[in-house]
């Protein structure tokens, strides 16, 4: 069975650090490109973050970079999205999901986690 799970969301004040995590079944992990995905109420979802299957290419909205890393672990069939220096509009539901390719848009990926809430107080 597919699954991808978010865990480490959370309450944190503006300047904090948040470290996502998602756990992908073994097949999804090895061979597809993994993602980070964010909606906020009353917003479409966004494109955050994306690194290949390899690991070797990654890319960020640009609202992010600098401050977040996406990183994965093939053997620990996890993908991490390290958050530092929150912001309150990065207050969202953050998504992992799973695609053939690195790409910057939801329509692209195959499969999706529940979600996980970040909420960053000012």
């Known amino acids: 069975q597919v699954q991808l799970v978010e865990s480490g969301g959370g309450l944190v004040q503006a300047g904090g650090s948040l470290r996502l995590s998602c756990a992908a079944s073994?097949?999804?992990?090895?061979?597809?490109?993994l993602g980070w995905f964010r909606q906020a109420p009353g917003k479409e979802r966004e494109f955050v973050a994306v690194?290949?299957?390899?690991?070797?290419?990654?890319a960020y909205v640009e609202s992010v970079k600098g401050r977040f890393t996406i990183s994965r672990d093939n053997a620990e069939n996890t993908v991490y999205l390290q958050m530092n220096s929150l912001k309150p509009e990065d207050t969202a539901v953050y998504y992992c999901?799973?695609?053939?390719?690195?790409?910057?848009?939801?329509?692209?990926?195959?499969?999706w986690g529940q979600g996980t809430q970040v909420t960053v107080r000012s």
């Open positions: 690194i290949a299957r390899s690991g070797g290419y990654t």
């Open positions: 999901a799973a695609s053939r390719l690195a790409g910057r848009t939801a329509a692209q990926y195959d499969y």
């Open positions: 073994g097949r999804i992990c090895s061979g597809y490109a």
